[in-house]
């Protein structure tokens, strides 16, 4: 028997295990896709272990992370194209602080464990001043405890899992809180809309989880009873039995917690049977290339809480649906709505400077900011509080319905 | 510094699970596609007691490895009743129960998971990125030495002749069944302990991190170093763990990049980069090694070909090709 | 029940539709190939390419279709054949390979939005007992049902078949016997793909969405699906199929979704085989 010479094993090892590292590190200067054109990286990277040195005269690094490949590559791209927006329409009004946003921005790969080595990067490679994470709440919590450690602010765009803004003091979350959109969406199902018997479909995740939890709550509040209730998985495409057995258990409404791809399965089926009840949907199905272009008609009379709306008088707003339209061929949706002003929030707390802590107090002292997303009134528990906008499809096309600011329901 | 010492962690942990996997799969001849819930059980285990019991995570990882074996156990059970493919497609489907159990089971925290994982500290010392790298490569050292053992024990003969021809190896005496279950055993509580240094490494673990495309993610490392050898198991986490990183200069590309170049090794080295009988390392061995010096010495020299001269009674020649 | 019954059917067809070419491919070749089931998303991509440019459905599915088999031939040719006596866990992670490059392909080429295959099918459609049946539903199940007594025919009654089923059985017989080997091998992996580019076709059509990941659950479950069957024997697929489609239906009608429907599916799967090792309706082709 051949004897395996264990040392040469571990010595061929550490050696091929420093080269491919030697060659991670070479590649570290270049990581913007194709597509970009605006996110150039760091081409002389300084091995600079100082993190209060994160501009290098009139540039400030912003770091963001994104899946572009993956099952998540939808959601990132339109992600990704407001950021690039944002930097665009920061830098031409002056930048953060009379600095200019370089973005730094890397693919996560719907995976956390490169969401931890992106993270990682960001803090001791790339030295951004901050970070706003266009990607999932998987990879966005895995990454968060580091910024926390890193003492780098991050922003969440639009993941909720509330351990995110519970890592720590570094971490905000720009997303509406889930229990705070479930109960948004209960106002709107049964006091708007009148139902009083619930069936509940849902994702099971963790937007899921918390978009019931809150609506359950409220439900319960404003007298209503939930008559079934069903969770789902993601791919899931047969709506039938369910929605069935809702029926049968004499549902008036349907509060419908879907991703794009399951809502338009559900809403086939609904259509099928020719029914007749309430549905009010969430943020998920928020997004234009994969809900609302191809299933407006479907959709039609539904109402859904979201944060971006379409009939907006404000003149923020307006010029970010135009200029998105224009740039990227399709108007922008809840993703981009909320990484965009991820990157305001970004721009408005920099009025005193651009420091890690600078950042942090300028997010928590901010008060009645103005976004694409409505009004921010302020951050509690460094998550986002502002009224829930109620938008409905009419014809297609997706419009203005309300709006729920009832303080007792929209902080957390 | 810190960013090489996260890359090489990951690396590490995959080479643990490789090393692991190879011991059902290289040595065993076990078709074994469900590495990624063994990794997700460890790291559970870790994640729930740490966080809301509060045990230290040193005796977590204990009860990580435990857990783990006992459940390597059930699936080494499961393994007497299925052969081959049909074994494959179990722990195919084993992948998807264990996820569901996951997200269900309300223990484990359901869909949001479990975050907030506290870092390992010894000695009152909090572990950093460093603390990480070494304790992973701590458990890499211990798959190997185990791995190494295995192999050079009358276990790992039985296991090599289990893999070659089952039934002749059970008429010659191995005792077929509980070697099987050891493979397994052994196997899942190496993926258990890679799991509990996963848990903190990453702070939060979620259902969806150990499905089926993690478990085939670690087979491919194994395959595509050197299915059979620990040498190919680490070697195959070491290029495929990092090409991600590696490769972010070709971002978009880089999961076409990873297909194509397991479709390509596997195709031309269907041994693996390094593994036995690949052209790597024939040239090795023509370099390096004493040719045998009789023909009972180069039969010997192969595990398989001594338990098949038991029971077929001939040398076997180099190039035969097993059904 | 009936509404139960009616989804479980259709769902069972497809599921059938799409396992019987990996099934053919496995009873002859003793090969698992992830890979077919990229087939089914390179048909659907293709479909509803051609769709777009103005094609009627049926002549995008069968673009696709040729596109499929395409693919099958060049895998077979320059990946499969030389890698058939390596054991079946080279070539099974080899075609899981090929899966995830060309899935990538697919996003990279076509763009990770999902793609809309708006079609009205003119066949009868209505209620059944309540159930709305879409026209598509009643075509899946027409086209299942004729494909798969095609098979069962072809397979059992034509000199095709029995060359197919010959060179099964023992391939160095088979060539002894002046069968030309590669071209049955040739010809199966062709057919199996054309057969899944037509489930994704119609996949596609159903669920009116084609996307670059529309591939991933379709590829396990198919396993699930063959081994369930008893490798190897088409006609235990089909059966295997609708068992399955027919599980995930009931349970998520009686007990809400309750378990995921790729669990379901599995849990099945190992019940029986813990039970029937060899699997519903194992058959003929024996193992060395």
Redesign the interface.
């Given at each position: 028997?051949?004897?395996?010479s264990?040392a040469r094993?571990?010595a061929?090892?550490a050696a091929?295990?420093l080269g491919?590292?030697g060659?991670?590190?070479c590649?570290?200067g270049?990581?913007?896709?194709?597509s970009s054109d605006q996110g150039q990286s760091a081409g002389s990277v300084s091995a600079s272990n100082s993190s209060s040195e994160n501009s290098s005269g009139g540039t400030i690094k912003i770091g963001f992370f994104s899946p572009?490949?993956?099952?998540e590559?939808?959601d990132?791209?339109s992600a990704l194209d407001a950021a690039q927006l944002a930097v665009k329409d920061i830098n031409a009004a002056g930048g953060l602080d009379g600095k200019k946003i370089q973005l730094v921005q890397?693919?996560d790969?719907s995976?956390?464990?490169?969401a931890?080595?992106i993270a990682?990067?960001l803090?001791?490679?790339d030295n951004v001043a901050a970070v706003v994470s266009g990607s999932y709440?998987?990879q966005t919590?895995?990454a968060?405890?580091?910024f926390q450690r890193a003492g780098v602010p991050m922003l969440a765009a639009y993941a909720v899992?509330?351990?995110i803004p519970?890592?720590g003091d570094e971490i905000f979350q720009i997303a509406t809180s889930g229990p705070v959109e479930g109960k948004a969406g209960a106002q709107a199902l049964i006091k708007d809309l009148g139902a009083k018997k619930i069936a509940i479909i849902s994702i099971?995740?963790?937007f899921?989880?918390?978009l019931v939890q809150g609506f359950t709550e409220q439900a319960a509040k404003l007298g209503a009873t939930i008559v079934?209730?069903?969770?789902?998985?993601f791919?899931?495409?047969?709506f039938?039995?369910?929605i069935?057995?809702a029926v049968a258990a004499g549902a008036d409404g349907f509060y419908m917690v879907e991703y794009?791809?399951e809502g338009?399965?559900f809403l086939?089926a609904f259509r099928?049977?020719n029914l007749t009840q309430k549905i009010v949907g969430t943020e998920g199905i928020d997004s234009t290339?994969?809900f609302i272009e191809?299933n407006g008609k479907l959709a039609d009379g539904m109402v859904f809480t979201t944060v971006l709306n379409r009939d907006s008088t404000d003149p923020t707003t307006q010029a970010f649906i135009k200029d998105f339209t224009s740039a990227y061929g399709h108007a922008p949706d809840m993703v981009g709505a909320t990484t965009y002003d991820s990157f305001k929030v970004l721009q408005a707390a920099s009025k005193n400077g651009t420091t890690a802590d600078n950042l942090k107090a300028g997010i928590t002292d901010l008060a009645n900011f103005q976004g694409v997303t409505g009004t921010v009134e302020k951050f509690v528990n460094r998550i986002s509080v502002h009224p829930v906008e109620l938008q409905v499809f009419k014809d297609g096309a997706v419009h203005h319905y309300g709006t729920v600011d009832d303080p007792d329901i929209i902080n957390p | 510094m810190s960013y090489f010492l996260v890359i090489a962690t990951t690396v590490v942990i995959y080479a643990v699970l490789s090393v692991g996997l190879n011991i059902a799969v290289g040595y065993a001849g076990q078709p074994h596609l469900a590495q990624g819930a063994f990794l997700g059980i460890g790291a559970y285990m870790v994640a729930v007691f740490s966080t809301r019991y509060g045990l230290s995570f040193w005796l977590c990882v204990l009860i990580a490895i435990v857990v783990t074996a006992l459940s390597g156990f059930v699936l080494g059970v499961i393994s007497l009743r299925l052969r081959d493919d049909f074994l494959a497609i179990v722990t195919i489907g084993l992948n998807f129960v264990v996820v569901a159990i996951f997200q269900y089971v309300p223990w484990f925290g359901g869909a949001t998971g479990v975050y907030a994982i506290p870092l390992p500290s010894i000695g009152g010392h909090e572990f950093g990125n460093p603390e990480f790298l070494l304790l992973g490569l701590v458990m890499l050292a211990i798959s190997v030495a185990v791995s190494g053992y295995i192999s050079r024990t009358w276990l790992g003969l039985g296991l090599a002749s289990i893999r070659d021809d089952e039934l002749a190896s059970a008429s010659s005496g191995t005792p077929v069944a509980s070697f099987k279950i050891a493979a397994f055993v052994v196997a899942s509580a190496i993926a258990g302990m890679a799991g509990a240094l996963y848990a903190p490494f990453l702070s939060a673990v979620t259902p969806t991190s150990f499905g089926f495309t993690e478990s085939i993610v670690m087979l491919a490392m194994v395959m595509f170093g050197g299915v059979g050898t620990i040498r190919g198991a680490i070697l195959g986490a070491i290029v495929l763990g990092a090409l991600p990183e590696a490769f972010r200069f070709v971002s978009d590309y880089r999961l076409l990049i990873f297909g194509a170049i397991l479709v390509l090794v596997l195709r031309f080295q269907p041994h693996g980069i390094i593994g036995t009988d690949s052209a790597a390392a024939n040239a090795w061995k023509r370099l390096f090694s004493r040719p045998p010096k009789t023909e009972y010495d180069a039969s010997c020299n192969d595990a398989a070909s001594a338990m098949s001269v038991a029971v077929h009674g001939e040398p076997e020649q180099p190039g035969d090709g097993k059904d | 029940m009936f509404p139960a019954l009616v989804d479980g059917v259709t769902v069972g067809a497809l599921y059938a539709l799409l396992a019987l070419g990996p099934s053919l491919v496995y009873g002859l070749l003793r090969v698992l190939d992830v890979a077919n089931a990229a087939a089914l998303v390179l048909g659907a991509y293709l479909g509803v390419t051609l769709f777009r440019h103005g094609l009627p459905w049926w002549l995008g599915a069968l673009g696709g279709m040729a596109g499929a088999a395409i693919l099958g031939l060049l895998l077979q040719r320059f990946l499969y054949r030389p890698l058939l006596d390596r054991g079946p866990l080279v070539v099974l992670v080899a075609s899981i390979g090929i899966f995830i490059a060309l899935e990538e392909a697919f996003r990279l080429i076509w763009g990770p939005y999902p793609y809309q295959f708006p079609v009205n099918v003119p066949l009868p459609h209505g209620t059944i007992a309540g159930t709305p049946v879409t026209g598509v539903q009643v075509l899946m199940l027409v086209i299942g049902v004729v494909i798969l007594l095609g098979s069962w025919w072809v397979l059992g009654h034509t000199r095709l078949g029995f060359t197919w089923r010959a060179t099964a059985q023992d391939r160095e017989t088979a060539r002894a016997m002046g069968i030309n080997v590669n071209r049955v091998i040739a010809g199966i992996f062709a057919t199996g793909y054309a057969l899944a580019a037509l489930a994704g076709v119609l996949f596609a059509i159903r669920y009116n969405t084609v996307t670059p990941d529309m591939g991933d659950v379709p590829a396990y479950k198919m396993l699930a699906i063959i081994v369930l069957g008893g490798l190897g024997n088409p006609m235990g697929t089909i059966l295997a199929a609708f068992v399955i489609g027919l599980a995930e239906s009931v349970v998520n009608t009686y007990w809400g979704f309750i378990l995921p429907r790729d669990t379901i599916a599995f849990l099945v799967l190992i019940a029986i085989l813990l039970i029937r090792p060899a699997g519903l309706l194992p058959k003929g082709v024996t193992r060395a």
């Open positions: 028997m051949k004897r395996t264990t094993v571990t061929v090892a091929a295990l491919i590292a060659l991670a590190g590649s570290s270049s990581s913007t896709t194709g572009q490949s993956g099952s590559a939808s990132g791209k890397y693919d790969g995976d956390p464990k490169q931890v080595s990682t990067k803090t001791t490679q709440s998987d919590l895995a968060a405890s580091i899992n509330p351990g519970g890592t099971d995740n963790d899921g989880t918390a079934s209730t069903n969770k789902n998985q791919g899931e495409k047969d039938g039995p369910v069935d057995k794009a791809a338009q399965q086939t099928q049977r290339q994969q191809p | - | -």
